[in-house]
Nanobody
Framework: QVQLVESGGGAVQAGDSLGLSCSYPGRIFSGYRMGWFRQAPGKEREFVASINWRTGTTYYADSVKGRFTISRDDAKNTVYLQMNGLKPEDTAVYYC????????????????WGQGTQVTVSS
């Protein structure tokens, strides 16, 4: 069982920045994707961002484009999500995800999920 290890999250004010990180405890093969989904209370899980491990190609939800940045550290098998200009509507539990590449990019069908970390943005 793959266990993704997340860190970061917390409570901030609107307009603040916050960073999340997630490490993958194994070898990341070509074609793997890692990324983030989030789930707000009473809402379905939604795609936030993902990155193709081999090419570095990134994908973002329209709601976070220009504010969030996903990046990776090959040596540490770690993916980061830098969140700037946070808004109250960004409040959610953020889940780190990883997939060998067979799951569609934008749907919550990734194979591996972290335990989630809470991000709360107050106005």
């Amino acid at each position: 069982q793959v266990q993704l290890v997340e860190s970061g999250g917390g409570a901030v004010q609107a307009g603040d920045s916050l960073g999340l990180s997630c490490s993958y405890p194994g070898r990341i093969f070509s074609g793997y994707r890692m990324g983030w989904f989030r789930q707000a209370p009473g809402k379905e899980r939604e795609f936030v961002a993902s990155i193709n491990w081999r090419t570095g190609t990134t994908y973002y939800a329209d709601s976070v484009k220009g504010r969030f940045t996903i990046s990776r550290d090959d040596a540490k098998n770690t993916v980061y999500l830098q969140m700037n200009g946070l808004k109250p509507e960004d409040t959610a539990v953020y889940y780190c995800v990883a997939d060998p590449g067979s799951s569609p990019i934008y749907t919550p069908t990734y194979r591996y999920w972290g335990q989630g970390t809470q991000v709360t943005v107050s106005s």
